[in-house]
């Protein structure tokens, strides 16, 4: 192997196969297909071990990633595994949808120069060799300590506290208004991105740890929370995610052939839409598809509808290419799937056809004027730039807020203007005793990786509570 | 798995009733509130308002019409079968409320739903009159216990075969002419409640209306289930199921119940065949 310094810098980055763009945009089988052991330690070689790693820095949970390289390039996988676990209990998942261009690989040294580690790619290569190769056995667990947590909601955040605190030896049992655990990971991140047998895998793991799972209970419906104190649970975690759609508020929005992005991926994900009529859940095809956002969830509806045999699909966006959200893989993928990119575009208004079906959109054309609240150049409507474009299905993609319905139903939490759970940064603590909260309900729509970091500084937290008092 | 343990065929074996054994939706549910059900692992998520609930014995009763693949899976279970989700209670109550004299209109399978609520209404000291109707007799649900839970009851059928003759607006109307109505609900089929809206209307009877659009989740995170009320778009499944009958657009919601329709058709043939082949 290539282990003199000099050398390192020759190994170019290691590219991971991929199913070909023209095969891919029809079928939802995993875009990227993985390393094999070769490239992983041939990629693992041209990592220089820094003393100051900017990669570790980079990272919200500060994965030790020199460290976990270097296992690899040492061939110990069960020790590359360990490492990563340390902080990150999803490797598999984070490996393949954390935002690594702005986290670890965008502080990594080689980065400066060239094309940084690829540190994502080789997460992800640890934990798939774990799952073909592991032994399965499960992590030591602390003597029962007698006491009941309660986490409501089954997404990355909760999944974290619950694995945390099952380990520590306190009781766990979590609830899910879905039938199906996992949160944004089984219902809005596709098969394609993220397979779902991946996080069923993580899913069943915790419960053999001994973590119960109870599917449809809508907390603040089915349970309050002062019930679930009254049941017995001392502590409890709301990691509820931010469920609520949000549209553009424009003339025809309620047409037939316009959905949320939550309800489209909902159906192609959760309800595995795409196998109709094999499954009994339906889902529009879209001949001329538009998807409206640049975000990751734009990104994975316009795919869906790639996949699902659509003629055209356009994301319409009113800022530029510069402030597109979505991480610099999936914009590349979905380009490389024929997806136009409509820039600096506004829908105005929706028309349709006498049985209220759509049939095309009104659009402005914007450019980009003084910086707004967020930094970014606030785009402004070009007066007379109007067009029209044809399309019948639409997909709104344009964020999410916080759903209230478990929040109304709670009247002693304290909630900020958005209506998101406002909570002690640093322990995750709401201003109701005794309950925890993180992830998207506490920061707004974010990532995966910081739903888990705020989910494993509260689980510390929850057992700091348990065991010495609030 | 939510176990069926009691079950009716109704109007001709076209309508069917389920006692399912959910103690914890039970022990919530309220009159007006509905539950999502999925047979099995492939199934679509329904939603049903429940037509009663049984706290002691920790049952819910649902009674559906059977229109689809979906309804067609759900007829086949038989008692000791069930669904492998039930989620719940979903939707507001229905907020009960003496305020003297109520009328309760129901069309269809909206009869059911309109039972519970006809009996709260009751047994909050209102005076209920209770209009339902059906095509013909043999497709009327719940006359008895319907009679029980108001203080008159009228049935109506569109040919005729049983009660009046007529549409259930018909004796509505007249009530309405009598003038000493304070309340109206209305239940049934989206054209039923249109026009008994209107009615309503002319004559200045507050109105509740109880809405069944497409859902999926039930709990306000998808917005598949938006209804246009008032000129302002609401999610069903949680600003609803009940509405201000006089502000809903019930145009856009036919139309929006039409969505799948040619997927459900397409669906619901292939189940057919499959199922008289075997
Ligand atoms: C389509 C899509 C693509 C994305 N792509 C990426 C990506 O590539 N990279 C990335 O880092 N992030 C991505 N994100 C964002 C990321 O998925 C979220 O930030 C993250 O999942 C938030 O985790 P969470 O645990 O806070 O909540 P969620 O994952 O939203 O989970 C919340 C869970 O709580 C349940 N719940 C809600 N209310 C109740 C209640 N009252 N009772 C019981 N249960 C309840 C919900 O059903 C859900 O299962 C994406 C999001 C979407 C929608
Ligand atoms: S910054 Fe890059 S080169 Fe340095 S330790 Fe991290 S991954 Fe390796
Ligand atoms: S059913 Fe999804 S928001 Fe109402």
């Keep these: ?470 | 798995m939510f176990k069926i343990v009691h079950r009716e065929e109704m109007a001709d074996a076209t309508v069917i009733l389920n006692e399912i054994e959910a103690p914890l939706i039970a022990r919530k549910a309220k009159p007006g509130q509905f539950v999502i059900l999925k047979a099995n692992e492939e199934g679509e998520r329904i939603p049903l308002t429940m037509a009663e609930a049984n706290v002691e014995k920790g049952t819910l009763t649902v009674i559906y019409m059977v229109v689809g693949k979906s309804t067609a899976l759900f007829k086949t279970l038989q008692v000791g079968d069930g669904y492998q989700d039930v989620i719940g209670p979903l939707g507001k109550p229905t907020h009960i409320e003496k305020v003297g004299n109520v009328v309760c209109v129901g069309g269809g399978t909206g009869v059911a739903v309109l039972y519970p609520i006809t009996k709260a209404m009751k047994e909050a000291g209102n005076h209920v009159t209770a209009i339902i109707g059906a095509r013909n007799k043999d497709l009327l649900i719940l006359e008895d216990k319907m009679r029980e839970a108001s203080n008159e009851l009228i049935v109506c059928t569109d040919d005729g075969s049983y009660g009046h003759h007529g549409f259930v607006t018909d004796p509505l109307r007249e009530m309405c002419e009598k003038g000493s109505l304070n309340q109206a609900i209305l239940i049934g089929p989206v054209p039923m409640m249109k026009f008994a809206s209107k009615i309503t209307e002319e004559y200045d009877v507050p109105t509740l209306v109880s809405l069944n659009p497409i859902m999926v989740d039930g709990t306000g995170m998808c917005g598949g289930c938006r209804v246009s009320v008032g000129g302002e778009t609401k999610f069903a499944c949680v600003d609803g199921p009940e509405f201000d009958g006089h502000k809903v657009d019930y145009d856009e919601l036919m139309l929006r119940l039409q969505a799948y329709c040619e997927e459900e058709k397409q669906c619901y043939e292939s189940y057919c065949t499959i199922r008289d082949a075997v």
Excluded at chain 1, 117 to 132: Q, S
Excluded at chain 1, 292 to 312: E, F
Excluded at chain 1, 333 to 351: Q, S
């Design chain 1, 1 to 470: 192997m290539a282990d003199k310094p000099g050398k390192k810098k020759t190994i170019p980055r290691q590219a991971m196969a991929e199913q070909e763009p023209e095969v891919r945009r029809r079928n939802f089988e995993e875009v990227p297909l993985g390393y094999t052991m070769e490239q992983a330690q041939m990629e693992a070689s041209r990592c220089l071990q820094c003393r100051k790693p900017g990669c570790t820095s980079g990272c919200p949970v500060s994965v030790d990633i020199p460290g976990f390289i270097q296992c690899i390039l040492e061939g110990d996988m069960t020790a590359a595994i360990r490492n990563l676990w340390g902080k990150n209990a999803l490797p598999a998942v984070c490996g393949r949808v954390c935002p690594q261009e702005i986290q670890c690989e965008g502080e990594c040294i080689l980065g400066k120069k060239g094309d940084p580690v690829a540190i994502g790619n080789l997460e992800r290569f640890a934990a798939d060799y774990e799952r073909a190769h592991g032994s399965g056995e499960l992590p030591p667990k602390l003597p029962p300590t007698g006491k009941k947590v309660a986490v409501v909601g089954s997404g990355p955040s909760g999944l974290t506290v619950a694995g945390d605190l099952i380990a520590k030896g306190h009781d766990v049992t979590i609830f899910e208004a879905f039938h199906k655990a996992g949160g944004v990971l089984v219902y809005g991140i596709p098969e394609f991105r993220l397979p779902k047998a991946i996080v069923g895998q993580e899913v069943h793991f915790l419960e053999r740890l001994g973590v119960k799972i109870e599917c449809n209970a809508v907390v603040g419906r089915t349970v309050s929370l002062d019930e679930l104190f009254e049941e017995g649970y001392d502590a409890i975690y709301l990691g509820v995610g931010a469920g609520l759609p949000r549209f553009m508020n424009i003339p025809g929005e309620n047409l037939v052939g316009i959905l949320s992005a939550n309800e489209y991926l909902t159906r192609a994900n959760l309800m595995k839409a795409y196998k109709f009529p094999d499954v009994d859940t339906p889902i529009p095809i879209g001949k001329n598809v538009t998807v409206l956002g640049a975000g990751n969830v734009a990104m994975d509806s316009a795919r869906t509808a790639m996949r699902l045999g659509a003629d055209s699909v356009r994301i319409v966006y009113r800022r530029s290419r510069q402030e597109m959200p979505a991480r610099a893989a999936e914009i590349h993928h979905a380009e490389e799937e024929g997806i136009e990119m409509m820039l600096l575009t506004n829908p105005t208004r929706y028309i349709g056809d006498e049985k209220g079906r759509l049939t095309g959109m009104e659009c402005i054309q914007m450019e980009l004027g003084e910086p707004d609240d967020s930094g970014r150049r606030r785009p402004v409507p070009i007066p007379g730039s109007e067009l029209e474009i044809e399309c019948d299905l639409c997909i709104v993609a344009v964020g999410s807020g916080a759903n209230p319905l478990l929040t109304q139903s709670t009247s002693d939490l304290q909630l900020n203007k958005w209506g998101y759970i406002m909570t002690e940064p640093n322990t995750g603590k709401t201003f109701k005793r005794g309950v925890w909260a993180g992830g998207d309900i506490v920061t707004g729509a974010a990532t995966v990786i910081l739903a888990m970091g705020a989910g494993r500084k509260a689980a510390d937290s929850i057992h700091e509570y348990l065991v010495y008092g609030w």
